[in-house]
Every structure is written in C-alpha cells, then in structure tokens.
C-alpha cells in the first residue's frame, strides 16, 4: 500500500517532496446525474494495443484503445519499472476497469461508456502533455463524454 | 494523472482521478480525486475481485455528484485484501542459480531455463485468455538469446523496425519478467505480488541475468545505455546494495515496494 507512514522515511520524505505542477486555476465542470454521464477511461499506464508502437522514453502524446478491444490485446508499455504489474496481468480492471463501467452501464447506475478509450504514459513531462490533452478534449466532446476516470499507475 | 484532470477539465471536461500518492494530489490540486491505499500499479484495486473493483470505481464516480468543489479529495477506506501473501502458494520449481557467473553463463542459463516455464505459462494464458507479453514482437524463444548478447557485452541488430537495439533489449526484459510472472503465477492459488517478484529477482535465472546486465550496462560509455540500464531493467528493491541504485524523477516514479 503507499501510506507514507508505511514507507521507510527516506521513501517517505522523497515521494512528499515530489516536484509537481503548481496551477493558478481551480478549473470545475458539473453536469447531470451519473445515470445521465458518458463515462470514457483517460489511463496514464501507457497502454497500447497489441502491434501498435509502444510508448518510448517519455512519450508525452496519447493511444487510442478502441471498440472491441479485447483482454488481451491490451498491454502496458510504461517506462517505469516500479510498480506492480502481476495485478494487470491477472484482471486488466485493475488497471482498465472496462468490465466494471460496462455493469454500472447496464444496470442504470452509468448512463453509457464511452466508445473510445485513450491512455498517456504518466512519466511524461506535464507541459509536454498539455497540448495532446487538449486536443483530446475535443475528442471527448464529440465522443459526448461527459465524466471522464482518470487511471494512474 | 492530476495534471490530466486539469488539462481537460478547463476544456470543458469532467473528470475524477484515482490518486495513488496523497502528497502529490493535495499538491496538484486537481478538480477531483480519490486516494486509494493501494500498492502502484492497482488504481482499482485487487486483481480478480469485480465487487472490490465496482466499490473503488463507484466511490471515485459518486465524487463527480458532490457540490463543494473544486477541489475534492476523497479517501478509499479498505486495503486490497490480495496484498497478502498466500502460504499456499509454491513457486514454479527450477534449478538452482549457477554457479558460472560469468556473462556467458548467465547467458546458458537464462536460455536453458526459459522453456522450462513454458507449460506453466501455457497454462496461465488458458486459464486468463490472455497474456501481456507481446511488446518486443519477439518470440520468447528469441528473448533469452537477445538479452544474452547484450550480457556478454555485444549490441546485436534489432530485428524490429522501428525500435532501436536498446529500446527492443528494455521491451524484450519486460517480456522476459511478464513470462515469469505470469508462468510463477499459474497455480490456482493467489500470491501476492511480493512472493512473485521476490521469486523471480531472488531465484531465478532470468532475474540473476537482469542484474547482472544492470551492473555490465552500467560500465557502459553510454550515457544513454547506462540511463536505461540503471533505471529500467531492475527494481530498486532488488538492486544489490554492492550496485549503484539510480532513479529518476517522475509522478510514477516514486519508490516502490511491492506488497506484502
């Protein structure tokens, strides 16, 4: 589990200290009930598709993982070797929890998933991202998304 | 992740974001979080469990309903109850790690023992559908013959377009270890990811060979080399403390531990 106070100190204390971007806006967007939200899986694990280019270095742009992707077509190419991975190779909800929002669809509680899914690789730099994560904004709009999960490893 | 939650939301988009390390999401302050007391690597929680996962799912979901925003931050109450070892478990059984500890020798080694797993890791791919080796587009029968070119101390062509001979040695070592893990995790019971990847850098000679490629990669002139050697081939955990350990920042970068 990462609880700081589970961590040895030094451990601790780096991972409080980490540099992290400083924002000057507190950006807020509502909407309608959760029955009512298109939900669309945002992942920072570096998933990609099978055969497709795996994410390299530090990659700051975005995969598409589309309809009717199947378990295991989904892999993880972050370059980071520390975290778990045994978990993902189980059950990829652990880290893609597809299956899950498809029963929260199904049973009302969701208003719909979204068609297209998309994954960045967390260890990019967060300016280097921002342009791709505009531009996909604008694919979530047209997608109709209106609530989006974001996933980190 | 919390970055990405403010991009989009500025545009116009709705998001709520797993936090894995609270510090860096009080600090990032995005729209939306909940902190989850999972190891990195398992934002929703334990593999195989869907009611434990709908539960971590809904609770970040449910958020996006609250008003007193922005910011929210909410907290998962339960641990991931598959972090615990399971006694039960016993790891594939393999040979002893060698005596030859030259290059070469790890190298004969890593080679011999890799089809010694392939029952096991036949056996997981039924059982689950699916496998998530696959990024170096390498059959695993070539792995252990790339990675031990690079461990006696040569830099063979890269046989896939588009990926450079170091670039397809750190994809062909996360085939090599997702193999393993995936082969150590064929039985029906449930280890944690502790006992597997203890198996697997402590016992094997896969994870003897890895570490060894560490240490030989790290003498490199390289700059690039010994980055990705130092960083992306062995765990800190399991570097040996006669090895230099490196680290590199990033938000998913932070050190790790595996579970219990």
């Avoid at chain 1, 298109?38 to 570096?46: D, E, H, L, P, Q």
């Avoid at chain 2, 597997?196 to 490629?213: E, P, R």
Wanted: glycine fraction near 8%; charged fraction near 20%; include cysteine.
């Amino acid at each position: 589990m990462v609880r700081l106070a589970d961590l040895p100190p030094a451990q601790a204390q780096r991972l409080a200290a980490f540099d992290c971007p400083n924002f000057a806006t507190e950006p807020w967007v509502t909407g309608p009930p959760l029955s009512q939200r298109r939900v669309a899986i945002v992942s920072s694990a570096g998933l990609l598709v099978r055969g497709g280019m795996p994410f390299r270095g530090r990659d700051p742009d975005y995969h598409t993982i589309p309809p009717g992707t199947r378990p295991d077509d989904l892999l993880i190419s972050h370059v980071s070797i520390n975290f778990d991975r045994t978990g993902f190779q189980e059950d990829w909800n652990v880290v893609f929890p597809i299956d899950r929002l498809n029963e929260l669809a199904a049973e009302g509680t969701i208003g719909s998933v979204a068609d297209v899914h998309y994954s960045f690789m967390g260890a990019a730099e967060p300016d280097l991202i921002e342009p791709h994560a505009r531009e996909l904004a604008g694919r979530l709009k047209q997608d109709k998304v209106s609530a989006v999960l974001l996933a980190p490893v | 992740m919390s970055a990405l939650g403010h991009y989009l939301e500025e545009d116009g988009i709705a998001t709520v974001a797993i936090s894995l390390i609270r510090p860096q999401t009080e600090k990032t302050r995005p729209p939306r979080a909940l902190w989850v007391p999972f190891q990195l690597g398992r934002p929703f929680g334990p593999p195989g469990e869907p009611a434990f996962q709908r539960r971590v799912v809904l609770a970040a979901l449910r958020l996006l309903e609250r008003k007193a925003g922005p910011v929210i931050i909410g907290d998962f109450p339960d641990d991931d109850p598959r972090e615990k070892a399971d006694p039960s478990w016993r790891p594939p059984s393999l040979p002893a790690v060698l005596a030859d500890r030259t290059p070469s020798g790890f190298a004969a080694r890593l080679d011999a023992e890799i089809p010694l797993l392939a029952g096991l890791h036949r056996r997981w791919t039924a059982e689950h559908g699916r496998t998530s080796v696959g990024l170096s587009g390498l059959p695993m029968r070539e792995i252990g013959g790339y990675v031990g070119e690079w461990l006696q101390g040569r830099e063979p062509p890269s046989p896939n377009d588009g990926f450079s001979p170091l670039l397809l040695l750190r994809f062909a070592a996360d085939d090599l270890k997702a193999y393993y893990l995936e082969a150590g995790a064929a039985e029906p019971s449930k280890p944690s990811s502790r006992q597997l990847y203890d198996w697997f850098w402590k016992t094997t000679a896969a994870g003897a060979a890895l570490i060894a490629l560490r240490h030989t990669l790290l003498a490199s002139d390289s700059e690039r080399v010994k980055l990705i050697a130092g960083n992306f081939l062995v765990p800190p955990p399991y570097v040996p403390s006669t090895d230099r350990p490196m680290t590199i920042g990033g938000p998913s970068m932070g050190p790790w531990q595996p579970g219990q």
